[in-house]
């Protein structure tokens, strides 16, 4: 069986009424690929961004943590570029319990580090 995607999105916009969304072409992706029904999650929060990680890293079914996002050089922008995990942190919620699991980044920069 092919496994599912688990996706954490963050607020792309100040105004409320801003739709701009993944959740589409989430649910697209998984059933064009007859995986399970993906798991869906908004944040803004450094709080609320680690809850959702958590439950992911709790699933059985959905090995793929898509996270979704504004993105700056190492680092995930959760609002608007106020609150901001850096891949440091990430590296620290994720360490030891990724194992047969895949990551995506929907966010832009985030992997532009230095090599170093």
């Known amino acids: 069986m092919k496994t599912g995607i688990f996706c954490v999105e963050g607020e792309w916009d100040r105004n409320i009424r801003h739709r701009s969304s993944v959740r589409l072409l989430v649910e697209f992706l998984s059933a ?19 809850r959702q990680v958590g439950k992911w890293l709790k699933t059985k079914s ?15 922008s959760l609002d608007d570029d106020k609150t901001e995990i850096t ?22 920069k985030t992997l532009a580090i230095d090599k170093g």
């Open 32 to 50: 064009a690929n007859r995986m399970p029904h993906p798991i869906y999650r908004r944040t803004a929060t450094r709080e609320e961004f680690k």
């Open 62 to 76: 959905h090995g793929v943590g898509y996270f979704a996002f504004h993105g700056m050089k190492g680092a995930l």
């Open 87 to 108: 891949l440091d942190e990430l590296g620290e919620i994720l360490e030891g319990k990724c194992g047969g699991r895949h990551l995506v980044f929907g966010s832009c």
